[in-house]
């Protein structure tokens, strides 16, 4: 009998400092002393380096104090690890927050792996990509978000962005429609709406959705130049430009309204005021090929021939500097000096 008192107390006396420390860490969280828990873990993990729910623990409440410190104990859970998993969904959030793209989209591709056909990492990927400006990768995994996840809204609109940026806007429709079938009121769904249906040949649609935005949201200077090209396109050429004056009313910089102002009096046959509207605009948007195909037809019609060259010039000078940094000529290699040979 004594024997055996004594061979719990050796136990109980091995197992107690570190069981203490797990234990002190979970009361110190209870008590919302955070700085006190992560001492304690760390001293329970120093004996116990393989308890892996216990570090996630850890990195868990890491999280809100020191991200970089959460993502180092995240990454000591290995892919045997049953709780690999949420490890690698907490480095995703922390990465995607901390804008720390590279890290994010490689935990999300994992993530994917173990948790296929989720709906959220697809999401996630999807947004990470379209952030990233890498629309043609944003779409497939929208379009599975989509599949996942058909009652969410959002998802739908952001496949119509993702496909206005690969220049389908055709194909905008359907996903708009579905978004506004689960939200009657999500605004940007209907300003995308009306962009879409003027592209597609449906002005009067189009007409209808832009005036709805504008009942909500007057100072909307994108919609109501969207409208005002709506009315130019379907021959109402007055009412497009008392639209385009009111949206220049509350930005008279947007280069984008002055573009559709100086098509309307190009109209008008006024091709001086056109070259007048356009012309202060020079020095921050050439560099832009509409804005100076707009600025060389006004140059022309208004009888500043020489100038108008120039601008198609610079045009042309885009043009083939875009196409060099696409297809970069490899460089030439010198010839070695005589007598010696690669």
């Not at 409440?61 to 859970?77: C, G, R, V, Y």
């Not at 969904?89 to 173990?114: P, S, Y």
């Not at 804005?291 to 021939?305: D, F, H, K, P, V």
Request: aromatic letters at 6%.
């Amino acid at each position: 009998m004594i024997a055996l008192v004594a061979v719990c107390v050796a136990f109980v006396a091995f197992r107690s400092p570190g069981s203490n420390r797990l234990e002190q860490a979970r009361q110190d969280v209870a008590r919302g002393t955070r700085h006190s828990a992560v001492k304690n873990y760390l001293g329970y993990l120093k004996g116990s380096p393989e308890d892996h729910g216990v570090r996630l623990e850890l990195a868990e409440l890491l999280k809100p104090l020191d991200s970089e410190f959460a993502l180092e104990q995240l990454q000591h859970i290995p892919p045997s690890a049953t709780e690999y998993s949420e490890a690698i969904w907490h480095i995703a959030h922390i990465a995607i927050i901390g804008k720390q793209d590279v890290l994010a989209e490689d935990a999300l591709r994992k993530l994917d792996e173990v948790r296929p056909e989720n709906a959220g990492v697809a999401l996630s990927l999807a947004e990470l990509y379209y952030r990233t400006e890498r629309y043609s990768q944003s779409l497939p995994w929208v379009q599975q978000a989509a599949r996942l996840q058909p009652d969410r809204a959002l998802t739908w609109l952001l496949l119509a962005e993702v496909l206005d940026h690969l220049k389908r806007p055709g194909e905008m429709l359907q996903p708009l429609r579905k978004a506004i079938e689960l939200n009657p009121d999500l605004y940007p769904a209907h300003a995308n709406m009306a962009y879409a249906l003027q592209f597609s040949g449906n002005p009067k649609e189009a007409e209808t959705e832009a005036r709805w935005c504008l009942a909500r949201q007057p100072d909307d200077i994108r919609v109501r130049r969207w409208l005002s090209m709506i009315l130019r396109d379907h021959g109402k050429y007055d009412e497009a430009m008392d639209q385009i004056r009111l949206a220049l009313a509350g930005s008279p910089t947007d280069v984008d309204c002055r573009m559709v102002e100086a098509d309307l009096l190009l109209f008008r046959r006024e091709a001086e005021e056109a070259y007048n509207a356009l012309m202060p605009l020079y020095r921050v948007h050439s560099n832009r090929r509409d804005y100076l195909s707009s600025l060389a037809r006004a140059a022309a019609m208004s009888g500043r021939r020489e100038e108008s060259r120039r601008y198609q010039q610079e045009i042309v000078n885009i043009i083939e500097g875009q196409a060099a940094r696409m297809n970069p000529t490899p460089p030439v290699p010198e010839a070695p000096p005589m007598g010696v040979h690669p």
